[in-house]
């Protein structure tokens, strides 16, 4: 059973850094693409970065070019998204997700798995 739990969200002002982790569990960790997707309050969830299983390839969406960064660390099972300057309009729940198919491309993502989602908050 795939099991993804994220951590790290918080309150943090606009113009700020937050780094969100996700811990995954269930299956072998190093051969699955891994993705972060946000829902705003009242939107739907929507795609936010991707990296492939061995790390080699990552795709942003526009919103979040430049200012996020995600990266895996397969020795630990872990993926993380490192969150900087910060806008009011990043204030979402963020969601770990995980594909079906091992060795998949990491674009466009699949997702089939979800952790339970982290919320996070920027105050202006």
């Known amino acids: 059973q795939v099991q993804l739990v994220e951590s790290g969200g918080g309150l943090v002002q606009a113009g700020g850094s937050l780094t969100l982790s996700c811990a995954a569990s269930?299956?072998?960790?190093?051969?699955?693409?891994m993705a972060w997707f946000q829902q705003p309050p009242g939107k739907e969830r929507v795609f936010v970065a991707s990296?492939?299983?061995?790390?080699?390839?990552?795709y942003y969406a526009e919103s979040v070019k430049g200012r996020f960064t995600i990266s895996r660390d397969n020795a630990k099972n872990t993926v993380d998204l490192q969150m900087n300057s910060l806008k009011s309009e990043d204030t979402a729940v963020y969601y770990c997700?995980?594909?079906?198919?091992?060795?998949?491309?990491?674009?466009?993502?699949?997702?089939?798995?979800w952790g339970q989602g982290a919320q996070v908050t920027v105050s202006s």
């Open positions: 997700a995980t594909g079906r198919r091992p060795f998949a491309s990491s674009w466009p993502f699949s997702p089939e798995y």
């Open positions: 269930g299956r072998p960790f190093n051969i699955y693409s």
């Open positions: 990296i492939s299983y061995n790390g080699a390839t990552t």
